[in-house]
């Protein structure tokens, strides 16, 4: 079994075309929706997690979608946590839903498993330093011909 | 025939430090010692035991002296990169506090305020060695006629720069919940409602106060690690309450004893005081503490052996009791049980999560040991003792 989450930009011509139908019927993948939006400009933003029964067979749904257009990138790759100034408190992982920062025992190091993160951006502002970073924001509210 | 019984001066442990021979072990350490070989041949063989936290400290700042112009002025409203720090001392000193947030803050008009940038901030940023800008304003005299300065310094430009803390190292914190029916945002962290969360804020075994828990050598004039560089208790801090219920080990159940502490700024590091921002809550400073404890004899062994599973602390609801000052405990838990991961309350296993950091804490408690073991650091033998609750 393969499963990693993904974040899924749909141009504006195809946010109304059922594409995930196509990742499941197609390429037997199941999808879980963690976050969906269409913006201003119509285009779509999804974060889904895909789960296949391989790495090759979620790769070729992936492929499929940037045929027609989608911009497809890992979730991990928009999430980070700062290591020089995170002083390792613990304060995220009583608000992270699903685990992906958590504590190490007996040691009690706090730890970030960026492919466990579902980019729901809680830890942010709970970090008393800030050291989390979920660079999101662009996709979510700029227009897509305004990003160069 | 019984051994006697082992007992140390402060002379005679600072003799063995200056020789380097002084046997020096951490409070985690300490735990396992005392175990293994009881307190009597743990007090013979361990000279010194070194304690550490790193958490955020609100009664904590600065005072400061930043110089004179021409004219000379004597400031009564002083601000530091727009934080407003308190001027009623003398021309030109004056204290900034880190819970203080920057005067443009939008504060929880946009609820919860993220307090991006307050006092702890600019003691942060001035030892990472950042310019920061000073204003004043003054109502001008016959001697100091300045009305008005406005400049830009660094922590090398003020003559003098002195971390002083009223109220730091608390002996043990409350366990917080929320048992109210919506989310609440407090200097505990946000707490979940209807009790789906519990953070807790103290090092535990590794914590000062705790491995002293009757006051019997951390007191006035007491050297310590402060910031990254030697401080000094300087009096008891505020708040300071023995007279509460203890274990027959005499550890406080709930919160007990403070230190007031300071020391020279110049000599710290942005390493040890880290400026936070605690959402819907305000400003604060994460500061690094950490206190050597001289095994005087086999009681302070004892002490000092306190592990994680025999300190108590009470569970209090921050939904409704602790705004409303009602003193009301929803149970006792152990810091073994805390850092576990969960506790059960009201019959419901909670998930916990910790706001003081244990790896920073074990840092401080090692590095303490490597500059006590070195002979760089001795010990001092307190001018009093804090108030122990007897009269």
């Known amino acids: 079994m393969f499963t990693q989450i993904y974040v899924l930009r749909f141009p504006k011509e195809t946010s109304d075309q059922p594409y995930i139908y196509q990742l499941v019927k197609e390429y037997d993948i199941e999808f879980n929706i963690l976050k969906a939006d269409i913006l201003l400009q119509r285009e779509g933003v999804m974060i889904l997690e895909l789960k296949g029964s391989s790495k090759h067979n979620v790769n070729a749904g992936l492929e499929y979608l940037k045929g027609l257009g989608v911009q497809v990138e890992r979730l991990a790759a928009r999430i980070h946590r700062d290591d020089e100034k995170c002083f390792q408190c613990g304060a995220c992982t009583g608000v992270c839903p699903v685990g992906a920062l958590y504590i190490k025992r007996p040691s009690m190091e706090v730890l970030f498993d960026p492919q466990k993160c579902t980019g729901c951006s809680l830890c942010v502002t709970v970090c008393p330093v800030r050291a989390m970073a979920v660079s999101l924001a662009e996709e979510w509210v700029v227009p897509e011909e305004l990003i160069v | 025939m019984t051994k006697q019984k082992i007992s140390k001066t402060y002379e005679e442990i600072n003799a063995r430090i200056k020789a380097g021979e002084a046997v020096v072990v951490t409070a985690e350490e300490m735990v396992g010692i005392v175990r293994e070989k009881g307190a009597e041949q743990a007090a013979r063989e361990v000279d010194v035991v070194t304690t550490g936290t790193f958490a955020p400290m609100c009664s904590s700042g600065m005072f400061f002296n930043f110089g004179q112009m021409v004219p000379t002025i004597k400031a009564s409203r002083v601000w530091v990169n727009k934080v407003p720090a308190y001027a009623g001392l003398a021309a030109v000193d004056a204290y900034i506090g880190a819970t203080e947030p920057c005067e443009d803050d939008p504060l929880n008009k946009i609820y919860p305020g993220e307090f991006r940038y307050g006092g702890g901030h600019v003691i942060e940023d001035l030892l990472r060695g950042k310019k920061v800008l000073l204003e004043a304003k003054a109502y001008g005299t016959d ?177 409704h009791d602790y705004t409303n000052g009602i003193v009301r405990s929803y149970g006792e838990v152990s810091y073994a049980q805390l850092k576990s991961g969960s506790i059960i309350v009201n019959g419901k296993e909670v998930q916990t999560a910790p706001l003081s950091s244990v790896v920073k804490a074990r840092e401080i408690a090692c590095m303490l040991k490597e500059w006590i073991a070195s002979g760089r650091f001795l010990l001092n033998h307190p001018a009093e003792t804090l108030p122990d609750g007897s009269e």
């Open chain 2, 143 to 319: 001697c100091y006629a300045g009305r008005k300065m406005k400049k830009e310094v660094c922590l090398d430009d003020l003559s003098f720069a002195l971390l002083c803390n009223p109220r730091n190292g608390y002996q043990n914190y409350n366990c917080a919940v929320n048992l109210s029916d919506r989310a609440v945002y407090t200097y505990m962290g946000m707490l979940k409602p209807h009790c789906r969360n519990a953070n807790y804020c103290s090092a535990g075994e590794l914590s000062p106060l705790l491995n002293d828990p009757l006051y019997k050598t951390i007191g006035i004039g007491t050297r310590i690690f402060l910031g990254g560089g030697i401080g000094y208790v300087t009096w008891h801090g505020t708040q300071h309450n023995p007279a509460v219920p203890r274990t027959p080990g005499g550890v406080p159940r709930k919160a007990a004893g403070t230190l007031m502490v300071q020391g020279d700024l110049k000599q710290m590091s942005p390493d040890w005081l880290r400026g936070v921002s605690i959402l819907g809550y305000g400003n604060s400073l994460a500061v690094g503490l950490g206190i050597p404890i001289p095994i005087l004899n086999a009681e302070m062994a004892t002490f000092t052996g306190v592990s994680d599973k025999d300190i108590y602390t009470q569970i209090v609801d921050y939904g």
